[in-house]
């Protein structure tokens, strides 16, 4: 069986959703850049899919459009939906492909846009949201700050103070982080009506724990309820995208794909599955929490991170060392692949080693992806 190996791994600067930079660019326009990018300097005869996740996008193929962009007018597209998880399974799904010897090359991430999805519509509803799970009081499938981010906290036993401490940690990690370019490599630059943006923009200079312990809880009828704006993710636009490649064709290879899986809870217990998806990755590889170098786990809410690093005993210096949902932000479809992209630059630009990106995902579901880079 050929190993999966990533050959190209780029990223769109991630947008505040409805009044940021990329607020009136598409999808399609979002998608078609980072596709374009990603596919330059490879041979497009190689290329044999196109796998995007999409979120909210009215159910068409935005992956068959931006091949068709990009220039690729004979690899076919597919659009894939795991809700918060779908950029993964993207990428998943691409890799199981090449290495089951299906497909040479294929193209995968995903898209959010947010800021210009359209509104859907179900029998006599004004605006129709499509529910994650069948509703419950205590898992409500149109409010994840109770299904996730108050549940997990809840369960296990997180302070407001901690997610705070945690949320700020997440913005200095991610100015720290643009200051020092390290985003450079990883980003392509899309031309707006406002000029091109080129710079992750949701990340807050001027954070502070006094700012954020003087939010009020999302939910102040629920008493303790300790969930605010500040510890859970933004609404963010973005795209994202690898190149995966079998390893007999011989390109200059940046990572390789070593397992990947996918999990189940109640939905009440959406914010821990990370803590079952990542053991679950690294058996199928082989390896242990000790032997990853550095995980990525999204910030749908403070609460997630903070899980995992508890119940799996994780170094936090580990974690998230250049931000995550709460402070880069979370573009739903696009945040799977957006982790991949930046775990694989950060460990290059460490000289290589082992990375894990992981995330809970609508319904109770979540999942996790091991990925290793060389040393040079």
Known sequence: MPDAVLVAALRTPIGTAFKGSLR???????????????????DPDLVDDLILAESHYGGGVVARHAAVTAGLGQVPGLAVNRHCAAGLAAVSTAAASVRAGMDWLVLAGGVNSASTAPKLSFLD???????????????PNLDMSITVGWNTAVREGLSREEMDAWALRSHRNAVRALDEGRFKDETVPVDTPRGPFEADEHPRRDTSAQRLAALKPLHPEIEGFSIT???ACGA?????????ADERLGLPALARVRSWASVALDPAETGLTPVHAIPKALGRA????????????????????LAAVHRLGLDPDTVNVSGSGCSLGHPVAATGARMIVTLVHELRRRGGGVGVASMCAGGGMGSALVLEVPAP
């Open 286 to 305: 082989g390896m242990a929490v000790s032997d990853v170098d550095l995980f990525e786990i999204n910030e749908a809410f403070a609460s997630v991170p």
């Open 229 to 231: 704006a500040g510890n």
């Open 125 to 139: 509803s004004e605006r129709w949201v499509p529910p994650s799970h069948p509703d419950r009081p205590d898992a």
């Open 24 to 42: 009136d660019t598409s999808a399609y326009d979002l998608a078609g850049r980072v596709v374009t990018a990603i596919a330059e300097g490879l």
């Open 236 to 244: 963010n636009d973005a795209a994202a995208a690898v190149a995966v």
